[in-house]
């Protein structure tokens, strides 16, 4: 690795070399005593140049060694950390964005990262500043200071910002900035932190890719969930499982696997929970195990909507900012339908699921396995108390309450094919007719992504409703 002598070398250089081309030549005796006091610098310059450009190469510890051991060395995780320094190490990339559902270790692994290039002698500082969502100027700035060792003599936020800044471009080395958290777009600078500056990285950590999107990451990385093996691995380190008073018992085994593997790789949740069982008898472990089977296996959400329209835009979008927000969701991909007909299958999912989102577009209703959904859903939420929001993406609500365009269009073609007083259309009409008097959201034109991140911000408003007991 490149030992600090060369870098102080190369900032003094940085100095050196404007002076030289901004010699002033239009009077020759100025000329003359310029070259003469340049001669001097560069003669002691070069005499600096005696060191060892490169320091002793030792092996790189892992990446346990680097978190305190908070991380074991999971391929998942080695995945993610190699691909974070690759974008550090890239001069064009200078916001980097990780994301990962929450409790997923996004946190720990950044702080890890940040021990790692300091050891590498990537950068000379890394400063971490937690970002919440109603964002504190003035405490992320005295935090960013508080890493950088600045005194403040001036009291408002942009003489604060000014300071900072060029705290940083004054930098012999670059530094690594570390915005953990990130739920709402800012500027960096605002805080004084440069964006695009070969004195300055910035590391943001979100829950979804979308966040980082906000944030202009020019790399995104995925912290994914770990592995079966991975989280039980992980398992037996906190729960002690595999302890000799343990391990005589099959049975406690075999329901500690299923414990671990309910855990859905989440790092946060099986260190929790396994803490939380450890020396307790196997009625505990039953009992934390059906807690978990009505809390994390079953569908907390339910996405109802035509596949034409949607699938592979907004629907898409919104089934992927769901699960990173930690909402257990469903999104059928064509496995579970059998031709115009909703299967039994899909059928059960729905009556799993505590929320129904339907996302009501143009073409909904020429679907008739959607419009089976639409039927099923709200006898849930009758029948079983599922929450139920309609979306209205491009169409009006009185459009579809009073059957018009294309709403009216394509119910009159059922109308045709199964007849005007067929029980089914009925219902159909009906719960066309109740759905539009629910309380929903609409979008019509703009930024879809943050239309998105409303409905995933109401999702998370209700996360306590969301969890499934006994309904």
Known sequence: ????????????????????????????????????????????????????????????????????????????????????????????????????RQGSGKTTLVKAMGEKVKFLKMFSKVVFATVSQNINIRTMQEEIADS??????????????????????????????????????FDPEDFGVPCKSNRCKILVTARCQQDCDLMYC????????????????????????????????????????????????????IKDVASSLRNKPIDEWKASLDSLKHSMAKWKIFLSFRGEDTRYAFTGSLYQSLCQGGFKTFMDDGGLQTGDQTSPSLLNVIEASRLSIIVLSENYANSTRCLDELVKILECKKLKKQLVWPIFYKVE?????????????????????????????????????????????????????????????????????????NI
Not at 248 to 268: I, T, Y
Not at 418 to 427: A, C, I, L, M
């Open 1 to 100: 690795m490149v030992s600090d002598d060369v870098f102080l070398w190369l900032k003094e250089a940085d100095i050196l070399i404007p002076e030289v081309e901004n010699l002033t030549l239009q009077v020759r005796r100025r000329q003359w005593n310029g070259f003469r006091k340049l001669l001097k610098k560069i003669t002691t310059f070069n005499m600096k140049c005696d060191f060892q450009p490169f320091s002793i190469l030792i092996p790189i510890p892992s990446l346990e060694h680097f978190s305190s051991g908070n991380i074991v060395s999971f391929k998942s995780r080695e995945k993610a950390s190699d691909q974070l320094l690759v974008a550090l190490r890239d001069d064009n990339c200078s916001i980097i964005g990780l994301y990962g």
């Open 148 to 185: 950088l060792d600045i005194r403040f003599d001036k009291n408002t936020d942009a003489g604060r910002a000014r300071s900072i800044f060029s705290t940083i471009e004054s930098m012999i080395r670059p530094i690594l900035v570390i915005f953990d958290d990130v739920q709402v777009k």
């Open 218 to 269: 020019q790399r995104d990385v995925q912290l994914d969930p770990l592995s079966k093996e991975e989280a039980w691995t992980l398992f037996e380190k906190h729960s002690g499982i595999h302890d000799e008073e343990c391990s005589s018992s099959p049975d406690l085994l075999n329901v500690a696997r299923e414990v671990a593997f309910e855990c859905e790789g989440v790092p946060r949740l």
């Open 397 to 469: 609500p009185s459009d579809i309450r009073n059957m018009r365009k294309c709403y009216g269009k394509d119910m009159a073609r059922h109308e045709n094919i199964f007849g005007v007083d067929s029980e089914r259309v009925q219902k159909w009409k009906s719960a066309l007719g109740e759905v539009c008097n629910l309380s929903g959201m609409a979008y019509s034109i703009g930024y879809e992504y943050e239309f998105i991140q409303k409905i995933v911000e109401h999702a998370n408003d209700i996360r306590s409703r969301l969890q499934i007991r």
